[in-house]
């Protein structure tokens, strides 16, 4: 499978600049130059860093200065620390996979998606030059399924946009259900060499995000181990989610869950992957911070041992608070051993 190279062991840096109060007090503060040295001293080779469009895009559509100085001075850091760096844009002007963020009429908007093709210019003309460390990434987990075919239009066009002044810069695609596995069969056939296939994996859901309260149907006091049945995953599933685990289905009700699990979900990746002689990135996956650490660990051993094995790229989710935080203290007792498998 084509290797997306320089992007393999990666790390995101959510809620610095995306899904944040956008305060210049968090943006000067949550992350700093240090943090990217101590990513870099764990040996990861990446950061994903997300972006909210109102960090550079005001009210109507204007360019906010300071706003870009940040993805500015992330670059910086990372040329420093060596690492590389993908900007994500995880909400833009009329849709986010957030609905507590109220944006919507993205796909339906002709204005609002001018409003998107203009700032990946503004990006590609400010940050293209930086193909060699930067790649971009469109636009963060289209949620339904009926956008499929709008998305794929709009982000083509999009894709053309950018390459009239970044004709080199990596750019990742994601597709519908929040950048599932299954969408990616259909996304448009890869217009150059230099696009990425890019899917999030958390599952088993109920494990991952046990106790989640933005999880619909969730008793936030649920818990349970890594180490559970395939009955007791589904059973799990269907009382605390409005979801059925139906990828389950196949497997010995009985047996615990394995690394066979992990290679089911990603073996349509790679099928379409192959087919399509495109390199895959994971741009999110990790564990809630409700579950316990040991289990946490045990997830990551298993997931990227699979990963390893299809040599796909990836970042975990996330590097502090977020719900998921590996440098945050719950994580001190484990974070070396989830290091080394990242």
Not at 108 to 121: G, K, V
Not at 277 to 301: H, Q, S, T
Request: charged content about 30%; hydrophobic content about 35%.
């Amino acid at each position: 499978m084509k290797e997306f190279r320089g992007y393999s062991h990666g790390i995101n840096l959510g809620g610095w600049l995306s899904q944040c109060d956008h305060t210049k007090e968090r943006y000067d503060n949550f992350i700093t130059q240090e943090d990217l040295r101590i990513i870099a001293q764990w040996g990861l080779d990446h950061v994903r860093i997300p972006v909210d469009y109102n960090l550079v895009q005001d009210e109507n559509g204007r360019c906010i200065e300071e706003g870009f100085k940040y993805i500015e001075k992330a670059l910086e850091w990372c040329g420093k620390y060596g690492l590389n760096m993908i900007l994500d844009l995880h909400k833009t002007f009329g849709y986010s996979f957030d609905k507590g963020e109220q944006e919507a009429g993205f796909f339906d908007n002709e204005d609002y998606q001018e409003r998107f093709y203009t700032l990946w210019e503004e990006f590609a003309k400010r940050f293209g030059s930086y193909s060699n460390r930067l790649a971009f990434e469109l636009l963060n987990e289209v949620t339904d399924k009926e956008f499929s075919d709008k998305w794929n239009k709009i982000s083509t066009r999009c894709i053309e946009a950018i390459r009239a002044f970044a004709p080199d810069i990596k750019i990742l695609l994601g597709g519908y259900y929040n950048n599932s596995i299954e969408a990616l069969k259909d996304l448009p056939y890869p217009v150059d060499e230099n696009v990425v296939y890019n899917f999030h994996c958390y599952e088993p859901l109920i494990f991952t995000h046990q106790g989640a309260p933005w999880v619909d149907k969730m008793d936030t006091d649920f818990r349970m181990p890594f180490e559970s049945t395939y009955g007791e995953y589904i059973d799990n599933t269907a009382a605390n989610t409005l979801l059925t685990a139906k990828e389950m289905a196949g497997f010995d009700r009985e047996a615990l869950l394995g690394d066979e699990y992990f290679e089911m979900l990603v073996s349509e990746a790679v099928r379409v992957a192959n087919e399509r002689k495109v390199a895959l990135y994971c741009g999110e996956f990790g564990v809630i911070n409700r579950a316990a650490p040991e289990d946490a660990l045990k997830w990551y051993r298993m997931i990227c041992r699979c990963l390893d094995k299809y040599g796909i790229a990836r970042a975990a989710w996330s590097y502090r608070e977020m719900d998921f935080g590996i440098a945050d203290k719950n994580m001190d007792a484990v974070r070396e051993d989830i290091l080394e498998v990242l």
